[in-house]
């Protein structure tokens, strides 16, 4: 992020050590290291902070190995050339000469066979998936314990051979940078960033499995843009916001006259992806018969056109993403046991924001910074009230729910800090916790709202959330709400809306 999180947050010292992110070395007891082959190992520790590094040299060098360090990265690169072979490298990507993902490029290239353990304070997804392909064999986002290093030097020395791990770790830098959209430090996003980072290059199947607005689109966004297919398309379709007929010919294509309305031959979207990814969100909606047509796809690269004889051949990666239990739905038998096998091959878990409160403060600042109040102007500070409310609220929505309610409380509040009150219409992340749709109904009627006005504001609320979530889409947002179309659509001109609002 460009601005650091404490120009972004107006709160207190407390709150601050929520979001800086500082190397937490406490002395270990206990725990020893007892594989007697592991006294042999020699290692290179490359830190710019001589505490660390010698905090470290002190618990590896107490644990038998041999310990070589360097300050810089050059230095680190000429002890690796002249003092060579090492068996482990932890490397921090925070120097002050050369940057550390470069090192370890240099490294991966010169000395592919030594595995390296980066460490850094970064925030940065990027830089954890970047690790990752570059060849790491493990990521430590700072602070962390020693009996962390203690643990990864078991797995590394003790429970494999050095050469799997390199064979299975060790990846070329994509030639185009991920954006780094993906916010979080939590142990939980960490363990995305180097799922990502490992399956990305492959050409397996991969399944996304997460709450609504935890970010499966970002993710798939991320394994397109690191994958060898980053060149090609990457074509999106919402499975449940199309009807069984449509979505057939969305998906496969028709041929002329296949139907009442098919004027003309039309290309699906697995033919335009061709070479490249198809995202295919809220699989879990899929028709039995839907089902049957992709497994065909995934089973032999094949399907046909609505209306055609002949079999198609396509060279596609499928992503799928779900907000649903698929192994239920397939003992209900809503969801084909073959299908789920063939989509389960690489699974990411994306965590809701309620098991990783600790990322909040990171995501407050990344959305200030996105909605400034004037493009050219300071991102909002924000209050150490109102984030302690934006903390203590689970947020069934999600890291969308939260970006909803940071940009409108940056409108309410004009250029001034963000207090509780900015965010009294969004859902509840205030005091009035207890109510579903977060109104501070005392507030209300102090201010003289009358129950008409309190509810004609909810529903014209719910029906704008309903579009933005199904990106406009009148079929999709009416059965969100639980509505029929024509429900929906007497709703938008009563309130004077259009799809786009």
């Known amino acids: 992020m460009p601005h650091m999180v404490q120009e972004l947050l107006d709160f207190t010292p407390s709150l601050q050590d929520k979001c800086h992110s500082r190397v937490k070395m406490t002395a270990l007891r206990g725990l020893r290291l007892e594989t007697p082959g592991m006294r042999q190992h020699k290692v290179l520790i490359v830190e710019d902070d001589g505490g660390i590094r010698g905090t470290l040299r002190a618990y590896l060098e107490d644990e038998g190995l041999v310990v070589r360090e360097a300050g810089t990265g050059q230095r680190g690169l000429d002890l690796l050339q002249a003092e060579g072979p090492f068996d482990l490298v932890l490397l921090d990507i925070g120097l002050p000469d050369v940057d550390g ?106 399944l996304i499995i997460g709450e609504t607005g935890t970010g499966k689109e970002l993710v798939a966004d991320t394994v397109h843009q690191n994958s060898p297919r980053r060149r090609g398309p990457l074509i999106k379709v919402n499975c449940a916001a199309l009807p069984e007929t449509l979505l057939e010919s969305e998906l496969f294509g028709h041929e002329k006259g296949a139907f009442t309305s098919a004027i003309a031959q039309r290309k699906g979207v697995f033919e335009q992806a061709s070479g490249g990814s198809i995202f295919l969100d809220e699989i879990g909606e899929l028709t039995l018969s839907t089902q049957k047509k992709l497994l065909r796809v995934l089973q032999e690269g094949e399907f046909q056109r609505v209306g055609g004889s002949l079999p198609l051949h396509v060279d596609v990666r499928v992503i799928a993403a779900t907000n649903k239990d698929l192994e239920a739905e397939v003992q209900r038998g809503r969801f084909r046991e073959d299908l789920f096998y063939r989509l389960n091959v690489i699974r990411i878990d994306l965590p809701p924001l309620r098991v990783r409160k600790d990322d909040i403060p990171l995501l407050v600042a990344h959305f200030l910074d996105k909605y400034r109040a004037t493009p050219d102007g300071p991102p909002n ?50 005091q009035g916790v207890g109510h579903r749709l977060g109104l501070d109904y005392d507030a209300a009627v102090r201010q003289g709202a009358s129950l008409r006005e309190v509810l004609t ?43 786009d609002d």
Request: proline content about 3%; overall charge neutral; hydrophobic content about 45%.
């Open 101 to 206: 993902l470069a090192v370890l490029e240099r490294m991966q290239s010169d000395r592919a066979d030594v595995p390296v353990i980066i460490a850094t304070a970064s925030r940065s997804s990027t830089q954890a998936i970047q690790a990752m392909q570059l060849g790491a064999f493990e990521y430590l986002t700072k602070p962390f314990e020693l009996d962390e290093v203690g643990q990864l030097l078991r797995r590394l020395f003790d429970h494999r051979p050095l050469a799997d791990a390199v064979e299975q770790m060790q990846d070329e830098l994509n030639e185009r940078e991920v954006r780094d959209r993906i916010i979080g430090t939590s142990e939980a996003m960490q363990s995305v960033f180097k799922t990502i980072g490992r399956v990305a290059r492959s050409a397996a199947t991969v």
């Open 381 to 430: 500070k924000i209050s150490e009230d109102a984030l302690t409310a934006l903390l203590a609220y689970d947020w069934p929505g999600n890291v969308r729910e939260l970006e909803n309610t940071v940009q409108r409380a940056v409108v309410l509040s004009q250029g001034r800090p963000i207090t509780p009150e900015d965010l009294l219409w969004g859902r509840s992340v205030t």
């Open 457 to 499: 504001e909810v529903e014209r609320g719910m029906v704008q959330a309903a579009l933005r979530r199904e990106a406009g889409d009148r079929v999709a947002a009416a059965r969100c709400l639980g509505l029929n179309l024509r429900q929906l659509s007497r709703m938008l001109r009563a309130h004077g809306l259009s799809a």
